[in-house]
């Protein structure tokens, strides 16, 4: 007796992601100027929209977030003989792709660019080339019930709670996936809120200028670093969409919300701009001259860099220098404070050091991987030692502005005991060799700043190093 038909649909069921949105992010990033024939293309109907999509861009079945406890299902019922169909709304180039990825459909219905191949028309379809009952079908969203209506049965997957009971009244269930819960975590890791720490830089200027009794100042840091903070998860989160493949390659980023599919890209989208919206007002409430000129200045440089900078060898890693030090420069700004040449060129210095850091140790992962070129950058895994070379010498640049500082008038006048303060020197060279040899070692974090906030060597040190600060500013009694 032959085996009722399973017919699986594809997005937020096989996958952990729509295709027609992933398709439009990548020609977003591949090809920007396209986006504006979209809806020239939607007009001429979706299935148009998803053919001119699919022909213009290219992508890798293997990187796909699967629901990987549903396919082994379909490989268990694949190989009890079971007829497997892949029905989809998706255009069919990318069906065809997927299944021949997978390897255990027997049939692919999808999208034309004549009819789309969902709802309705799915149902229609299938009830005509199965009949009435002549199926069982595995779907996630509201569309489905039209689909199930028609089957035998039905394998509900990713679904809320109401529409598995909406399912239930039309057809039987036969087995049931619950979908992947989002929770705080995920939304945690959606804004990057743990990449807020780096905007503890904007507090810099407050307490190198001494202003730590100025009330009015401290409510101008703060209100900078909140909008900071949301402007910077705009960009985590566009730099996240625009980079989904790329990240899907990698072992620990492949985890990120947008590439597991455990968020959809559509969130993004919309959550974007309106945190946008949020971090202006806030800016706009910081009583400091020019902040709101920097932090416009800052995502726009953000911006650049997600969208061509990053992949522009050397200058990814200037420019992640510059977006460290405008944190300083906009910090200085909230609260009025003229920074000085000395504080600029240190952190130039010491933050292109971590930039290099952060490329050594992707590089490394890479080496580890048998690649020869970083994915989505234009480095080769031979330039791993002389990214290792500039990135020591940027380090210990920034020891040796930070020394020139304590030599000059500056120092006389602000600290009561100016000589301590040398300690800070030895310090700040015992830190970078140790990020650098942590890199070497292949112990790095994809982002050092958040590597250094867990590392217990590089909080002591750190807080040696405020220590001698505070000495130096408050006097020792000798």
Not at 201 to 210: D, E, K, S, T, W
Not at 275 to 293: M, Q
Request: hydrophobic content about 50%.
């Amino acid at each position: 007796m032959t085996q009722c038909p399973l017919v699986v649909d594809l997005d937020g069921t096989l996958v952990n992601t729509d295709m027609l949105h992933e398709y439009a992010l990548r020609l977003l990033k591949d090809s920007p100027l396209d986006v504006i024939r979209i809806p020239v293309w939607l007009s001429q109907g979706k299935a148009v929209l998803k053919q001119q999509l699919a022909s213009r861009t290219d992508f890798d079945p293997a990187t796909l977030p699967y629901n990987k406890e549903l396919i082994e299902w379909l490989e268990q019922q694949h190989a009890m003989g079971r007829p497997l169909v892949l029905c989809t709304a998706s255009d069919t180039r990318i069906a065809h792709a997927i299944a021949e990825h997978l390897g255990f459909f027997d049939e692919v219905i999808a999208s034309d660019g004549l009819k789309n191949m969902a709802g309705h028309n799915k149902a229609a379809t299938l009830q005509a080339r199965y009949g009435h009952q002549g199926f069982d079908y595995v779907g996630n969203a509201s569309p489905d019930l039209l689909v199930w209506k028609e089957a035998r049965r039905a394998i509900v997957v990713n679904a809320s709670d109401r529409l598995a009971s909406q399912a239930e009244a039309c057809v039987q269930v036969e087995k049931r996936f619950l979908r992947q819960p989002r929770g705080i975590s995920a939304w945690r890791r959606t804004l990057r809120i743990h990449q807020w720490l780096k905007n503890l830089l904007i507090f810099a200027p407050l307490l190198a200028g001494h202003l730590l009794t100025d009330a009015g100042a401290w409510l101008s840091s703060a209100l900078a670093f909140i909008a900071f903070s949301l402007c910077a998860s705009v960009v985590y989160i566009a730099n996240d969409l625009l980079d989904l493949e790329s990240d899907r390659l990698h072992p620990r980023k492949c985890k990120r919300p947008f590439a597991a599919g455990v968020v959809p890209a559509w969130m993004g989208v919309v959550i974007a701009p309106l945190l946008l919206l949020v971090s202006v007002a806030i800016g706009s409430l910081v009583k400091g001259d020019y902040f709101l000129s920097w932090l416009a200045f800052y995502f726009a440089l953000t911006c650049t860099y997600s969208f061509l900078l990053k992949r522009l060898v050397l200058l990814d890693c200037l420019t992640l220098a510059m977006l460290y030090t405008l944190r300083i420069i906009a910090g200085a700004a909230a609260v009025g404070n003229i920074l000085s040449f000395w504080l600029l060129a240190f952190s130039v210095f010491v933050f292109l050091s971590l930039a290099f850091v952060k490329r050594y140790a992707e590089l490394e992962v890479n080496i580890l991987g048998g690649n020869s070129k970083l994915h989505g950058r234009g480095y080769h895994t031979s330039d791993a030692s002389l990214i290792q070379t500039m990135g020591i010498v940027s380090g210990y640049s920034s020891a040796l502005v930070l020394a020139l500082y304590l030599n000059s008038d500056a120092v006389l006048r602000l600290y009561e005991s100016p000589r301590v303060i040398w300690a800070a020197v030895p310090l700040l060279l015992f830190w970078i060799s140790w990020m650098w040899m942590q890199a070497h070692r292949g112990n790095m974090h994809d982002d050092p700043l958040v590597f250094a906030v867990k590392d217990r060597t590089s909080l002591i040190t750190g807080a040696c190093f405020c220590g001698v600060l505070a000495v130096g500013a408050m006097g020792v009694p000798w």
